[in-house]
């Protein structure tokens, strides 16, 4: 039989607790203003939805015509409509 090492089972080691060095969080700083969120501006580029590395693209995201015109944002009336996440 082994010798027992003094060690108990099942325990972590250094101490592991939730109190560390870093003391609570968030403790001591500034608090943020909570406002309206500003977004990058926009540049309207046209864009050429028949240009070359369109249709490649296209060509490789759609198994079909109607899938493809769906992609584009032509869909048919009266078609499934999207289930899921906008």
């Not at 101490?15 to 969120?37: I, V």
């Not at 580029?45 to 109607?66: G, Q, R």
């Amino acid at each position: 039989m082994p010798a027992k090492s003094g060690k108990a089972k099942g325990k972590a080691k250094g101490g592991g607790g939730k109190k560390g060095a870093g003391g609570k969080k968030g403790a001591g700083g500034k608090k943020k203003k909570k406002g309206k969120k500003e977004k990058g501006s926009k540049s309207e580029t046209e864009l050429d939805i028949m240009s070359p590395a369109a249709m490649f693209n296209l060509y490789y995201i759609s198994h079909n015509v109607a899938d493809s015109l769906a992609f584009r944002g032509f869909h048919w009336p009266g078609g499934p409509k999207k289930k899921g996440r906008k």
